[in-house]
């Protein structure tokens, strides 16, 4: 019987076991090709823009659809509302003879129209919608670089937070052991209480700055969760970018030629002017060149059906068929100051604003580019200069912590050395991450694929 019941003690305590396993939150290890996967699939903002482009699509597929005619089909069932006249019926009677009241006349009618319409702007229309088409695209691959650029950013902030919280809880593992050296100084005599109560309250006042960004890395995380569709709580682990950073050489001026030709909105929005552009000639053409109409209509009409079901000329010899062609030219459009002409005059001033706007984008590109190079030759700059400062405050920590330890320096030394070595640190993960940053700004600016800057400088 003791056998028996240790058996079932170990049953239960290995199927607990198991259901506190099965349980337990699985972490999800993303790269940030991964992420920006997830995102471009599961994004709702992202979502929209392809609603959008299916529209787009549709008209573009169906486009030939103008050319079909209108068909138009109706019946009409009318009755004849003043009595018609009776007839009389002599029955003897003294007071003469009687009228009878006749049946309202009843007149059912049916009309079959076909008409087709032909005019030189459907063929540039055509063509409008064939570049409206193409202009979605370069809007949906917009948006889908502005998003992918945001991600890959996300991803080295959120890291960023991760290693600054890395470097407060070394910091807080360092003051502990400060506490440690402190107690033992103090036994020893070689520090006053002070010292160990300073250092007691160091190691304390950390307690909150992790906490506090702790939970802004939570917060930060579960953004990032929901922005690649994601659920708010999932765990998840973010792949750390490994090696020694590369910094790369840039030429301004090839940069600034690139972004001309392939910046998503440079591109954007020359393919908008070349589809203003077709629709002017659209509209143009529809109000100075003439058009074609062919008409057909076929009208039944049937007289009195119910008077008389039998009587065959109620069926027959009120049918109806016309057949037209109109040529004709809208005259109006000829003259400036009508509502047609002064419609072609502001198609041409959207143009003219429109290439002002690309020029104006085209300038602004290059200021941008000039800008984020600077930058990005600012940091490169800076790394060696912040990698020796981190060198030199190691070193600096390390001895004023050593001499700490043999009581030849206060506590109040110790923690300035240990702060400048976590700002120094911090500075050169910060200039590492800006870095990588810019690289993906630059990527966007001038319009080549995510990775072909970043991941040569991450090599």
Known sequence: MKHLCLVLVCILCAATAFGQASESPVVRRITPDEAVDLAIKNNLSLESSRVALDTKKRKSDLVWNQFLPELDVRGTLAGNTKEPKGTEIDLGLPSGPISMGGSPQWTFSGNAAVSWNFTFALI???????LDYQTGLLTYAMAQAKMEQQIRKDY????????NIAVQRESYANAERQVTMAQA?????????????????NRDNMKPEIDQAETGLKLAMASFAMNLGLELDTQFELVPVTGDLNYISLDVRNLISKAANGKPEIMELRQQLLTLTSQRKAQALQARTPYLRLDFGYSPAFLGLWDNMDDKDKWNGHDNATFSITLGMNLNSLFPFTKQGQGLK?????????????????????????????????????????????????????????????????????QN???????????MLSNQFDYLKGLIDLEYSIGVPFGTLSNGGTK
Do not use: C, H, W
């Not at 540039?124 to 064939?130: F, Q």
């Open 124 to 130: 540039e229309g055509i063509r409008s919608i064939k």
């Open 156 to 163: 080295y902030t959120v890291l960023l937070a991760q290693e």
């Open 185 to 201: 100084n103090y036994r020893n005599g070689l520090a006053p209480e002070l010292t160990l109560l300073q250092a007691q309250v």
């Open 346 to 414: 502001d198609f041409d001033n959207n143009i003219k604003t429109a290439s002002i706007g690309l020029a104006q984008m085209v300038q602004g590109s290059e200021i941008e580019i000039y800008q984020t190079v600077l930058s990005l030759q600012r940091m490169q700059i800076s790394a060696e200069t912040l990698a020796q400062t981190v060198a030199l405050a190691d070193r600096s920590y390390r001895l004023t912590e050593e001499a700490y330890r043999a009581g030849l320096q206060e506590f109040l030394s110790v």
């Open 417 to 427: 050395a240990d702060l400048a070595r976590n700002q120094s640190r911090l500075a």
